[in-house]
């Protein structure tokens, strides 16, 4: 079963409460999900293999060790996971990132996919499938499948609030995938927003309605 790691970092905890905020206006709200996008980046990548090599400094010679080289790749979910990305690369420049547009079929309330390009290379890549609301969880395990369906072998998610049903959904359906989150809150309304959450990712980030 895939483990469920929360950041409670007190950096990330002070902006997510300003994300919630809803007097927090589009500007704010984006450069917030960025900065929290950059600070879990830097503890999602904690596991990043290092090999050792030598530098010379001005007055030695030093052993140091450097990232190992291993690719990554990110895989925002259209459109609110594109709200990460950026923050992501301030820490993995060299990232590839792949797009996947689902939208959910208003009669079956499955996801359905419109949008699909990956880097070629996934099956050589560690994933990060970026989702920032973790409701139903339906959009991010269906995500999850069609990548391994792609021929990708090591996946994580990422996300900023998830709900109970969302985590247990992504746990069943996908063991081997490990979740990260700056928040689990209590529940879905009927709508399955999560409460209390922070509205509409989407239209937060996009200023739409
Ligand atoms: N997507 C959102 O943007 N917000 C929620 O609360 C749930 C899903």
Do not use: W
Request: hydrophobic share 40%.
């Amino acid at each position: 079963m895939g483990n469920v790691y929360v950041f409670d970092h007190p950096l990330i905890q002070h902006k997510l409460t300003y994300i919630r905020d809803k007097n927090t206006g589009t500007k704010e709200f984006r450069e917030l999900v960025d900065e929290v996008s950059t600070l879990m980046a830097y503890e999602i990548t904690r596991d990043m293999p290092l090999q050792d090599v030598t530098v010379e400094t001005p007055v030695a010679t030093a052993k140091c060790k450097v990232l190992s080289g291993k690719k990554l790749g990110l895989v925002p979910i259209l459109r609110a996971g594109l709200g990460m990305v950026d923050g992501i690369l301030k820490l993995i420049p060299a990232a590839k990132v792949g797009h996947m547009g689902l939208y959910r079929d208003p009669d079956t309330l499955e996801p359905v996919h419109y949008y699909s390009k990956m880097p070629t290379d996934i099956g050589e890549r560690d994933l990060i499938v970026i989702d920032p609301m973790l409701a139903t969880g339906g959009s991010a395990s269906e995500a999850i499948r069609s990548l391994k369906e792609l021929g990708a072998k090591s996946i994580k998610l990422m996300c900023l609030i998830a709900a109970p049903p969302g985590i247990e959904r992504v746990r069943k359906d996908h063991g081997d995938v490990d979740i990260y989150v700056a928040a689990v809150d209590e529940k879905l309304d009927e709508k399955s927003y999560i409460i209390p959450g922070l509205g509409d990712a989407g239209d937060r980030l996009f200023g739409t309605k």
